[in-house]
T-cell receptor
Framework: SQTIHQWPATLVQPVGSPLSLECTVE??????LYWYRQAAGRGLQLLFY??????ISSEVPQNLSASRPQDRQFILSSKKLLLSDSGFYLCAWSSLGQGGSETQYFGPGTRLLVL | AQSVTQLGSHVSVSEGALVLLRCNYSSSVPPYLFWYVQYPNQGLQLLLKYTTGATLVKGINGFEAEFKKSETSFHLTKPSAHMSDAAEYFCAVSRSGGYNKLIFGAGTRLAVHP
């Protein structure tokens, strides 16, 4: 069966510090991968998605970047965190093919607090 | 462009009462529709989805939703609420072709009281 991991689970960082959040998927190959942010009391905002190694698309211009160094690894980064980067970050994966109807499976999330 | 509107950011029901969470979508092409549930400090879990075929979709935990094209709606229902149903519920839409990009509604927080 497939599983998705995110770490760390919780992170408290000062403004201006760097960020690296990691997401890995097990039990599947060539997944689509996604990063979402969920701000308090708000819905999910798609930040980045990837259809393959090294292929990253950004949905919202911002202070963050993403990378996919391996097929089942997706990393969210920032060089300098802002207060507005605080939130709950969710990674998700879906299968390729049949475009649009595949279920996205979410990881447990990372709660980031920037002080 | 696609969009999702969830009417009511908070819904409160009594245990055993009907649960009705409303979702309306906007899409220029036939949509794929999803309902997810999120328990506190956890990721999202799929409840059910509509792709094609039967418009009444049954999901996990006794939930179901009906796709009504004429009303552009995909409301989520459960005949009898249980305390464990208290969570946040998200409706989402995607479109056919290419990768699976989901557009989420703002969410509805369901409270169940004794």
């Amino acid at each position: 069966s497939q599983t998705i991991h995110q770490w760390p689970a919780t992170l408290v960082q000062p403004v201006g510090s760097p960020l690296s959040l990691e997401c890995t998927v097990e039990g599947t190959s060539n997944p689509n991968l996604y990063w979402y942010r969920q701000a308090a009391g708000r819905g999910l905002q798609l930040l980045f998605y990837s259809v393959g190694i090294g292929q990253i698309s950004s949905e919202v211009p911002q202070n963050l970047s993403a990378s996919r160094p391996q097929d089942r690894q997706f990393i969210l980064s920032s060089k300098k965190l802002l207060l507005s980067d605080s939130g709950f970050y969710l990674c998700a994966w879906s299968s390729l093919g049949q475009g649009g109807s595949e279920t996205q499976y979410f990881g447990p999330g990372t709660r980031l607090l920037v002080l | 462009a696609q969009s999702v509107t969830q009417l009511g950011s908070h819904v409160s029901v009594s245990e055993g009462a009907l649960v009705l969470l409303r979702c309306n979508y906007s899409s220029s092409v036939p949509p794929y529709l999803f309902w997810y549930v999120q328990y506190p400090n956890q990721g999202l879990q799929l409840l059910l989805k509509y792709t094609t075929g039967a418009t009444l979709v049954k999901g996990i935990n006794g939930f179901e939703a009906e796709f009504k094209k004429s009303e552009t709606s995909f409301h989520l229902t459960k005949p009898s609420a249980h305390m464990s149903d208290a969570a946040e519920y998200f409706c989402a839409v995607s479109r056919s072709g290419g990768y699976n990009k989901l557009i989420f509604g703002a969410g509805t927080r369901l409270a169940v009281h004794p």
